[in-house]
């Protein structure tokens, strides 16, 4: 088993030299996300209950991803999510997952940013309530640096499942 495990690792140091693709770089589309790095108090409206939280936001791997960590208290107990998102050049469209702490299933989505409204909506599929496969689908508003407005819809809903305000931390 070493020895196979050696072969693989002395076969990827070896093909390095020959990888000739430029690695990615954050472009304008990057900037967009950029601007959400930060420390935000998050208020969480569902179900008549308001949740107050932390979001904070992150660009890595090379300021092509922005990573979000949110804490929060959810109907009493802890609850905590990540969010990984960024553009894709070959798509042509914002991407983004999310993971947290009460789903071992990743919510995946994609999207666009319309400058003019400030808005980035994304659309996908992850866990819905029953535990079965959703439509889900996010609407960001940004009116100003320092506040995002986000709704999220589950299945064809035409209300909100549930509202987030980001507030930047001064």
């Known amino acids: 088993m070493r020895t196979i495990a050696a072969i693989a690792v002395a076969s990827v ?87 947290d702490s009460m789903s071992a299933t990743p919510l995946k989505m994609e999207g666009s940013y319309d400058k003019e409204k400030k808005t980035l909506t994304m659309v996908g599929e992850g866990p819905g309530q029953d535990g079965k496969t959703a439509k889900w689908q996010s609407v960001s508003t940004m009116p100003d640096d320092d506040t995002i407005n986000m709704s999220m819809y589950v299945g064809d809903g035409k209300d909100p499942m549930f509202t987030v305000t980001y507030k930047r931390k001064k």
Do not use: C, R
């Open 13 to 99: 140091v070896l093909a390095a030299p020959a990888f000739t693709q430029e690695p990615a770089k954050p472009g304008p589309e990057h900037a967009v996300l950029q601007k959400m790095e930060g420390i935000w108090d998050s208020t969480l409206k569902a179900g008549g209950m308001e949740n107050k939280g932390t979001m904070t936001y992150k660009m890595e791997l090379g300021g092509l991803w922005l990573v979000g960590s949110l804490e929060t208290d959810l109907g009493g107990q802890k609850f905590f999510g990540k969010g990984l998102d960024s553009y894709d050049p070959v798509k042509k469209k914002y991407v983004g997952y999310w993971f």
